[in-house]
């Protein structure tokens, strides 16, 4: 009888060992693939779309597009009030860029009508349009020839 229960005590600790261990090379499967996530693409990433009208262009996590205004100079913003309104700032600052940009080209400036910070590509500030409503709108393109959406190959004059 005494040989049963150890036999079984014995079998009872092996389950036991080997069920933890089962336990800990998940947890550890879990936990890379989370690390391995973050490495590739972080969730707050500038992307690179591509439409008919404006070809390819810069977006935010999120999808909707940023433009320069031509009538700005580099470092600082000539758009403020109503056109602020119509042309929101970008102001997220922490973020990856898409292949083909280079994350020294982006930096942020403090607007002096707000103090608030905007980010801004190669010394140009970068906006929203208001009436740009989802992912991949690009009614801003063109407006009034100064208003452009940015790509890669963008340059200020």
Not at 6 to 30: H, Q, V
Not at 128 to 144: S, T
């Amino acid at each position: 009888m005494k040989k049963g229960i150890f036999t079984l005590a014995i079998l009872s600790i092996i389950f036991a060992l080997a069920a933890c261990g089962t336990s800990t090379e998940e947890k550890t499967g879990t936990d890379q693939p989370d690390q391995a996530q973050t490495e590739q693409a972080p969730a707050d990433s500038l992307q690179l779309l591509e439409n008919e009208k404006a070809g390819e262009y810069l977006t935010d996590p999120q999808g909707r597009a940023l433009y320069y205004f031509k009538k700005d100079e580099a470092g600082k913003s000539n758009c403020s009030g109503d056109c602020l309104a119509n042309w929101p700032a970008f102001t997220q600052e922490d973020f990856a860029v898409p292949e083909g940009f280079d994350k020294k080209d982006f930096d942020t400036i403090t607007r002096e009508d707000n103090g608030e910070k905007q980010v801004t590509y190669k010394g140009f500030p970068l906006y929203y349009f208001a009436k740009d409503q989802q992912e991949g709108d690009v009614n801003g393109q063109g407006v009034k020839d100064v208003w452009f959406v940015v790509n890669s190959e963008t340059e200020f004059e």
